[in-house]
């Protein structure tokens, strides 16, 4: 699975090092058809997992976290234009007008109002929380908001369920995917810095950021398998140490920017 933020030429400096250019979103795509992946939708991977439904070969799936201005524009475009499936997970709370409902840092936004849009281009569509706080930082009432309040939001617009999420910047823990189950949905994608496969788990389903640095050539070792670990795998000592840190600062300074 891919991770991508904002396609565009000149982004905030504050998710620069997440977004990549039109020119190489559009390579990578060349290139993921030259390969001979088959872009599929979260949900058929999750579908997968739940033993439901099988993959077609070579499957790859693209996320698309936050919901930036060029999501309902060119980049889904570019995706229709390629008939490639993808799942788009929105952050409800900066795609209102203000944007005063979300801990993102200004940029240009799409607006709740073009959500359904999106499903028109052939894309899925998930939610990634109101604000995009780190979740495994929050109280139970507070998670519980986060997750359902976003579910509602999109549901309202889309007029049916939405059943995937995405954590913002990956951020869980073992209570974070127990109330992401409660709260109605049927997977949720992490990060972990690594390929998904067959065995993944379904509530915290493994990722690979792109950013502006990696090339072609990067993606290529990715679908040869190379480069990364695959998942599942238990969370190191690190990580543990690091959601202990956060959830100490969190109760100091309250909610926080997963970012």
Same mark, same amino acid.
């Given at each position: 699975?891919?991770?991508?933020?904002?396609?565009?030429?000149?982004?905030?400096?504050?998710?620069?090092?997440?977004?990549?250019?039109?020119?190489?979103?559009?390579?990578?795509?060349?290139?993921?058809?030259?390969?001979?992946?088959?872009?599929?939708?979260? $949900? %058929? @991977?999750?579908?997968?997992?739940? +033993?439901?439904?099988?993959? /077609?070969?070579?499957?790859?799936? *693209?996320?698309?976290?936050?919901?930036?201005?060029?999501?309902?524009?060119?980049?889904?475009?570019?995706?229709?234009?390629?008939?490639v499936p993808a799942?788009?997970?929105?952050?409800? $709370? %900066? @795609?209102?007008?203000?944007?005063? +409902?979300?801990?993102?840092? /200004?940029?240009?936004?799409?607006? *709740?109002g073009q959500v359904p849009l999106l499903e028109q281009y052939g894309m899925e569509v998930g939610g990634h929380t109101v604000t995009h706080a780190q979740l495994d930082t929050l109280s139970g009432a507070a998670l519980r908001s986060e997750l359902v309040d976003?579910?509602?939001?999109?549901?309202?617009?889309?007029?049916?369920?939405?059943?995937?999420?995405?954590?913002?910047h990956g951020y869980n823990s073992a209570r974070v995917r127990r109330a992401a189950r409660a709260a109605g949905y049927e997977s949720a994608a992490a990060v972990r810095h690594a390929l998904s496969s067959g065995r993944d788990e379904p509530y915290r389903?493994?990722?690979?950021?792109?950013?502006?640095?990696?090339?072609?050539?990067?993606l290529e070792r990715w679908m040869a398998g190379e480069g990364a670990r695959v998942a599942p795998f238990p969370d190191s000592l690190r990580t543990v140490g690091w959601r202990w840190y956060r959830r100490a600062r969190a109760a100091a300074r309250g909610p926080v920017f997963a970012g």
């Open positions: 699975m891919l991770l991508y933020h904002a396609v565009m030429d000149d982004p905030p400096e504050w998710i620069a090092e997440f977004t990549v250019t039109p020119r190489d979103f559009s390579a990578q795509l060349d290139a993921l058809a030259h390969w001979g992946r088959t872009p599929v939708p979260v $949900g %058929a @991977l999750v579908a997968h997992l739940a +033993g439901r439904a099988p993959l /077609p070969d070579r499957p790859v799936v *693209l996320t698309f976290d936050d919901g930036f201005a060029d999501l309902p524009g060119p980049t889904a475009e570019a995706l229709a234009g390629r008939s799942t788009a997970y929105l952050t409800t $709370g %900066a @795609l209102t007008r203000s944007g005063g +409902g979300s801990l993102l840092p /200004p940029a240009p936004m799409m607006g *709740l976003s579910k509602r939001a999109l549901e309202d617009v889309l007029g049916h369920r939405v059943d995937h999420l995405a954590y913002p389903i493994a990722r690979l950021i792109l950013r502006r640095s990696h090339t072609v050539r990067d």
